[in-house]
């Protein structure tokens, strides 16, 4: 399985972004696609997953109400759309796929990653 983000770049605080992930390779339909970021100095932090299958979405605690992750499964690629986006959400943006069937936000269960993606928010 291979991922492929994309869609980073710089945007003004209040601003909009979505970023894609693409992935190629066989997936399933308890696969979890998350999607992580990491900032200068700390630790990889969780920002959202959905189940390849039915309707679960999962969120961290700092981007809920504000991103949206959504999926196309024809195009085999997850989306997330960040809105009223803040200097704290700048970061390297990571898609992840979990190929466990409990959920988890532990990058450590994530076996598959793709390369990141900058997005940067100026204040």
């Known amino acids: 399985v291979q991922l492929q983000a994309s869609g980073g770049g710089v945007v003004q605080a209040g601003g909009s972004l979505r970023l894609s992930c693409e992935i190629s390779g066989r997936t399933f339909s308890h696969y979890l696609m998350g999607w992580f970021r990491q900032a200068p100095g700390k630790e990889r932090e969780f920002v959202a997953g959905i189940r390849w299958s039915g309707d679960s979405t999962y969120y961290g605690d700092s981007v809920k109400g504000r991103f949206t992750i959504s999926r196309d499964n024809a195009r085999k690629t997850v989306y997330v759309e960040m809105n009223a986006l803040t200097p704290e959400d700048t970061a390297v943006y990571y898609c992840?796929?979990?190929?466990?069937?409990?959920?988890?936000?532990?990058?450590?269960?994530?076996?598959?990653w793709g390369r990141g993606t900058q997005v940067t928010v100026s204040s």
């Open positions: 992840a796929i979990s190929t466990s069937r409990i959920y988890s936000s532990i990058s450590k269960y994530y076996p598959y």
